[in-house]
């Protein structure tokens, strides 16, 4: 085979999806953490002309990211014609501004780093505000993956009754294009945030609820208050316990379940982040398509002159 899949422990189970859609060879990355902290990895050596996907969950960024980089430079030293990224969950794209003084910007300096380890990267759904695209981002080329229509199946095929919640305006508009694929309605709520742990959230129409069962989204979840929040008002309402749906789980300490306690029937979520009781959604097949498009574009044409 002419690919070869490098998934870090995390996301093998992905990975092996992937790769049979891509036909690509799976060669998981061996990575040894010494008493010291320090990482050594490994590689199937075999790797000379074929093109590398590494396949990185970036949920705990900070202990990852010098190991995908002694993996990207390592793969390339051992003859790999190409070297890209599968990242499914992005990090730090939030900080896209310094919002006080002296404060790094993140973004562009993550943007930089991972420019420097692969030829090309795929993602989900990144959380961009400030830079609106992944390609103002990054020099490399890139593949932005959208999880609407694979919640909105899910949306369709396990609550069709549902009315789809958004935390905020912001969320409007995927929130809006979930419910639209799904042909469900769906409702904003303004959201007010007083500090990292304190966020207060308006009540929905109750007359565009009734008879509904609730799904509250949210593209990435982190310590959950928001959510929270959510379900509390809306069982003020009297309607059906609320179904959490999610991009990324983040899941910082306990906050799944947090959610739990605070009513949530469900708490379901795409596979970007690996979590044993709630990744219900698989996104290799929307990847393997971004995948495909990029490793195309890196391929020599075999046709005649």
């Known amino acids: ?111 930089r780093f991972l420019e420097q380890s692969v030829d090309w990267l795929v993602t989900v759904d990144p959380h961009l505000h400030r830079n609106p695209r992944l390609d103002g981002l990054f020099s490399i080329p890139t593949r932005h993956v959208a999880a609407a229509a694979a919640m909105a199946a899910w949306v369709q095929a396990n609550v069709p009754d549902a009315i789809l919640i958004g935390p905020d305006s912001e969320s409007a508009q995927w929130v809006g294009d979930i419910a639209a694929r799904a042909q469900v309605p769906f409702q904003v709520l303004a959201k007010i945030r007083e500090g990292d742990r304190s966020v207060r959230v308006s009540l929905p129409d109750p007359v565009a609820a009734r008879g509904r069962t609730p799904v509250v ?10 959510m929270i929040e959510t379900l509390k008002h809306l069982a003020t309402l009297g309607l059906p316990p609320a179904t959490c749906l999610v991009t990324h789980a983040v899941f910082s300490e306990d906050a799944y379940e947090r959610l739990l306690a605070a009513g949530a029937r469900r708490v379901v979520s795409t596979d970007t982040i690996p979590h044993p009781a709630c990744n219900a959604i698989a996104m290799a097949p929307a990847l393997a398509v971004a995948c495909e498009a990029l490793l195309a574009e890196r391929t020599p044409s075999l046709a005649a002159p």
Do not use: C, K
Request: glycine share 6%; hydrophobic share 50%; net charge negative.
């Open 1 to 111: 085979m002419s690919r070869v899949l490098i998934p870090f422990p995390d996301l093998q189970p992905l990975a092996v999806d992937l790769a049979a859609r891509l036909n690509a060879r799976v060669a998981p990355v061996g990575w040894r953490r010494f008493p010291d902290g320090e990482s050594l990895v490994t590689l199937d050596p075999q790797l000379s002309g074929v093109d590398v996907v590494v396949v990185a969950g970036l949920r705990n960024v900070d202990s990852v990211a010098l190991a995908l980089r002694f993996v990207a430079e390592t793969a390339r030293e051992l003859g790999a014609r190409s070297v890209g990224l599968v990242a499914p969950y992005l990090p730090y794209m939030r900080q896209d501004t310094r919002f006080h003084p002296g404060e790094a910007i993140s973004a562009p300096i993550f943007a």
């Open 217 to 226: 989204v949210d593209d990435i979840v982190s310590s959950g208050h928001t």
